[in-house]
């Protein structure tokens, strides 16, 4: 795939329950990213793989936030349980040298919008 | 982390007019980039500068990468309907990790037809 995979696009949940979110990278990306996005803000690194290693992870809150990628491929990212301060967008990001000349940008996925009640 | 400040924070401009953004670092950065992000929507990479002092055209989008490797700005010429969006920068440097990126606060354009 040319275009990075996410799901659910949406999500309403009550807080103290358990989501997860989905991420499929652009084929051949070795280095995946998830990020969270609060309204009005620009995106905040939550997690970086490299193939299926966490490469950093230093600002995941790691009391409810778990991450995987367990085949290096695609991703998901876990929050249980939720939080009212949790709403956000979450959104992965892909990258990697797929061809001569590219150079490792990261290309984002559509995300997730979270809404914890 | 790295703080990454844009200007303005919002824009309304009439269809037409050319629009300037930029964004100032505390740090240092080896690239800089500019996203655009519809409602809803990831970010789009639009410029990726990797040079002091380079400038990239990418139709009516311009950017330049300052010569103190801590500022960019993006120039959009003739805007039209569809330039409506945020604009983010992000920064990319040495310090923290291969290819960790920290992102400003964001520029929302809005062009009144």
């Known amino acids: 795939e040319a275009e990075v995979a996410q799901s659910p696009r949406y999500k309403i949940t009550e807080k103290s329950q358990a989501v997860a979110f989905w991420c499929d990278p652009i084929?051949?990306?070795?280095?995946l990213y998830w990020y969270r996005q609060i309204l009005g803000q620009g995106p905040e690194l939550l997690v970086q793989?490299?193939?299926?290693?966490?490469?950093?992870d230093s600002q995941l809150p790691k009391d409810r936030f778990s991450a995987e990628r367990l085949k290096g491929v695609d991703s998901t990212l876990k929050i249980q349980p939720a939080e009212l301060g949790d709403s956000a967008m979450y959104l992965c990001a892909s990258s990697g040298i797929r061809l001569a000349g590219d150079y490792n940008e990261q290309f984002f996925g559509p995300g997730t919008r979270l809404t914890v009640l | 982390g790295q703080q990454l400040n844009q200007s303005p924070q919002s824009m309304f401009i009439q269809e037409g007019e050319d629009v300037s953004m930029n964004c100032t670092s505390s740090?240092?950065?080896?690239?800089w980039l500019w996203y655009k992000q519809d409602p809803g929507e990831g970010p789009v990479l639009l410029i990726a500068?990797?040079?002091?002092?380079e400038l990239t055209s990418n139709g009516r989008l311009t950017a330049q990468f300052g010569i103190t490797r801590k500022d960019s700005f993006l120039n959009i010429s003739a805007s039209i309907p569809s330039d409506v969006g945020i604009y983010f920068c992000a920064g990319r440097g040495s310090q923290t990790g291969a290819n960790n990126l920290f992102f400003g606060t964001g520029t929302r354009l809005t062009v009144i037809p």
């Open positions: 793989f490299q193939d299926e290693s966490v490469v950093d």
């Open positions: 740090s240092i950065f080896n690239t």
């Open positions: 500068l990797y040079k002091a002092g």
């Open positions: 084929s051949g990306h070795a280095t």
